[in-house]
């Protein structure tokens, strides 16, 4: 078994440069394009996918609703995909010092954010629900989400891991082995 894992299209504020987290910031018309062309490589590549599992946040629901209407799959929110809430650094520059070296502290809350601890096990938990399911899944998330995706299955250092992400709109397969 295995399942697929995308990263929402472009936003707002991914081209001013600024930490979304939990914030919602809408696509652009880019991030619209990137989420019609993802549906549309779905199809090309005969891709099986059984159910999208998009988070709830805007940007992700967008994305994932344009996916469905393209393939046909359905599509529902599932809320722990949520992005993690950055606390105070949300709508600060993405490429700041402070926040770059904060990241690397796992236990840390961001002050009146969430902890990458928490959040790993939040995203553990689906990972391991959808595992037991016999269905091939599409998750709708975000940069910070593939992340821990990464994470669940290849170790990584703090530096790595703080340093991974993906582009928005692509598509990764995940294998249960």
């Known amino acids: ?86 606390g105070k650094w949300e709508g600060t520059p993405r490429n700041g010092a402070d ?8 236990v840390t809350s961001f002050e009146g954010g969430e902890s990458m601890l928490k959040l790993a096990q939040r995203i553990y938990n689906v990972i391991d629900d959808i595992k037991k399911q016999d269905k091939i899944y599409l998750l709708v998330a975000h940069n910070g989400i593939s992340r821990v995706v990464e994470s669940y299955f290849h170790d990584m250092t703090n530096e790595e891991y703080a340093a991974f992400g993906i582009r928005n709109c692509e598509i990764r397969k995940y294998n249960f082995e």
């Open 99 to 106: 926040f770059q070296a904060d990241k690397q502290n796992f």
């Open 1 to 86: 078994m295995h399942f697929y894992y995308t990263r929402h299209g472009q936003t707002v504020w991914n081209v001013e440069n600024k930490i979304c987290g939990a914030t919602d910031s809408p696509l652009t018309d880019k991030g619209r394009v990137q989420a019609t062309e993802l549906g549309e490589k779905i199809l090309a590549e005969g891709l099986q996918i059984d159910e999208i599992l998009y988070s709830p946040l805007s940007r992700a629901r967008d994305t994932a609703l344009i996916v469905s209407e393209i393939t046909g799959i359905p599509a529902r929110a599932e809320v722990r995909l949520t992005e993690q809430n950055f």
